[in-house]
């Protein structure tokens, strides 16, 4: 099993041009998410997905889209960069266990570095 | 809705000492919550976490926390700490219909030796 994959691990981008992040997992999990690392604020949700063709908005949504047609991706649109979207982005995935025990564990992908200038 | 607080942005000891980083949730309901560990550069290590199954509860690398539910926190602790502890460490609540993390702010740990 490769986990939860992402790409590119960093990007620059200009002011107004727009890039996806991709995420993919393998371990056919039904949740995934994108965080947001900025310093000092620790990670902040911005949308996620409790299986292909549902997503939702998180904390912090806005300037981004996301869609989930496969179980496998949940990528991230930023469709007109700005600065303020310069941060760390992490991907995550898990399921859900149907016992109740909340011991689901979380997986995390290495991270994509994007600045926006 | 749940909320995490990490008390200290900043913690520094000296290699042997012991290590206590805090952490406060609140929480409706009983909460899941975790530690993670952040070095430079990298990406997030889950170092432990609690379910309601034990209030102490043991991680990797010597760690572990005591989940109180008097107190409302879920300090993490060592009892002596080692140059490679050196990273940024989050506590983190869990919260269901969705998996979704709620991260404290983080708490960067030095070790000098």
């Known amino acids: 099993n490769a986990g939860v994959t992402q790409t590119p691990k960093f990007q620059v981008l200009k002011t107004g041009q727009s890039m996806t992040l991709q995420c993919a997992q393998d371990m056919n999990h039904e949740y995934m998410s994108w965080y947001r690392q900025d310093p000092g604020m620790g990670l902040r949700l911005i949308h996620y997905s409790v299986g292909a063709g549902i997503t939702d908005q998180g904390e912090v949504p806005n300037g981004y889209n996301v869609s989930r047609s496969t179980t496998e991706d949940f990528p991230l649109r930023l469709l007109s960069a700005a600065p303020s979207q310069t941060s760390v982005y992490f991907c995550a995935s898990s399921y859900s266990d149907p016992t109740g025990d909340l011991g689901n564990t979380i997986y995390f992908g290495e991270g994509s570095w994007l600045t926006v200038v | ?113």
């Open chain 2, 1 to 113: 809705a749940q909320s995490v607080t990490q008390l200290d942005s900043h913690v520094s000891v000296s290699e042997g000492t012991p290590v206590l980083l805090r952490c406060n949730y609140s929480s409706s309901y009983s909460p899941s919550l975790f530690w993670y560990v952040q070095h430079p550069n990298k990406g997030l290590q889950l170092l432990l976490k609690y379910t309601s199954a034990a209030t102490l509860v043991k991680g990797i690398n010597g760690f572990e926390a005591e989940f109180k539910k008097s107190e409302t926190s879920f300090h993490l602790t060592k009892p002596s700490a080692h140059m490679s502890d050196a990273a940024e460490y989050f506590c983190v609540g869990f919260t269901g219909g969705g998996n979704k993390l709620t991260f404290g702010t983080g708490t960067q740990l030095k070790v000098e030796l």
